[in-house]
């Protein structure tokens, strides 16, 4: 029995470890994702499952050793305090794990670590916010189209980012090639000062239009989110998704792989205790993000678990992992 849920411990912990890396790689997009994002979705949930099952095992596994304990402190009288802690040896788990492995073991997950903590951080910079105005134009089927504006923009304003010019909002009226001669946009933002004869890319329906050129209108259209966009968002969420997940991740890696103990390590690997920290905060974390990626919206408990989500994973795991440092 116990070689069996010694076993079901490694598989369940490869089945989430590459069911985790699916779905942050579809999370991140090989291209732009339909709403809702139910793929996602579906292989956090074998993910998080898995990492149930496994810290199940992991505590099962410790049930004999504990009974035996149990049994010897009744026969014996031996004082709590002076009890042997049998069910912690780690020589009980080691399964003869060489050492080359064990290291191997655990660069693997905090490669794992480091993309997903830099997967869910870019992922919250680009998630779809569009709003009432641009979710009405979408359900009553609008297309994209380069309009020409027909008057003399309204109510220009500037916009500033951090003291500096950041573009221009305005009242726009266009005409769609196709559609409507005289087509009215509210709070348009261009990064040019609008003026009557240029031409600018509009989201639009017989109701109305949406012109915006810091969002990536196709992608909008159809209903699509996309973690790397091809407009301003997409590129800063690039960035950090390269900090967070390369730079962040070769040094994590290297720290706690390199810089750590075997031993220690594969202490850490089958403590029921670590990995049911580990396994709530999966928990938690997919918890947060699911009302996002079924396009509902999240209370204030998920919202926390999914913007913050890179920060727990980091923390939990760096937190979890400090003992086994030389």
């Not at 919250?124 to 309009?147: C, F, H, I, K």
């Not at 993000?289 to 795991?317: H, I, K």
Request: net charge neutral; glycine share 10%; proline share 6%.
């Amino acid at each position: 029995m116990r070689h069996v849920l010694g076993w079901l411990v490694r598989l369940s912990a490869l089945g989430a470890w590459g069911a985790a890396a699916v779905a942050c790689w579809q999370l991140l997009g090989s291209g732009p994702v339909p709403r809702p994002y139910r793929e996602p979705l579906v292989w956090s949930a074998v993910a998080v499952g898995c990492a149930v099952v496994r810290v199940v095992a992991l505590w099962a596994l410790r049930v004999p050793a504990a009974v035996a304990w149990w049994r010897r402190y009744l026969s014996v009288g031996v004082p709590l305090t002076k009890a042997p802690r049998a069910w912690s040896d780690p020589r009980l788990l080691s399964f003869d794990d060489s050492v080359l492995w064990v290291k191997l073991r655990t660069a693997a997950l905090w490669v794992l670590v480091a993309f997903s903590a830099g997967a869910f951080f870019a992922a919250m910079m680009t998630s779809p916010d569009w709003g009432e105005r641009v979710e009405a134009l979408r359900d009553a089927g609008a297309e994209v189209s380069t309009a020409t504006v027909v008057a003399r923009p309204g109510d220009v304003r500037e916009e500033l980012s951090d003291g500096d010019l950041e573009g221009y909002t305005s009242q726009l009226v266009v005409s769609v090639p196709g559609g409507p001669e005289r087509l009215a946009v509210p709070d348009a933002f261009t990064y040019d000062k609008p003026v009557e004869g240029a031409e600018v890319d509009v989201l639009w329906a017989r109701s109305g239009g949406y012109v915006d050129e810091r969002k990536h209108l196709p992608t909008i259209a159809a209903g699509r989110w996309a973690v790397f966009p091809d407009d301003e968002n997409g590129g800063a969420a690039l960035v950090v998704f390269v900090v967070l997940a390369v730079i962040g991740g070769a040094v994590l890696t290297a720290c706690f792989t390199i810089g750590a103990h075997a031993d220690r390590l594969q202490r850490l690997a089958w403590s029921p205790l670590a990995q049911s920290v580990r396994t709530g905060l999966a928990v938690g974390v997919f918890l947060g993000w699911r009302p996002l990626l079924l396009g509902q919206e999240p209370t204030l408990t998920e919202m926390t678990f999914a913007g913050g989500g890179f920060l727990l994973v980091l923390a939990v795991y760096i937190g979890t992992s400090m003992r086994t440092l030389r």
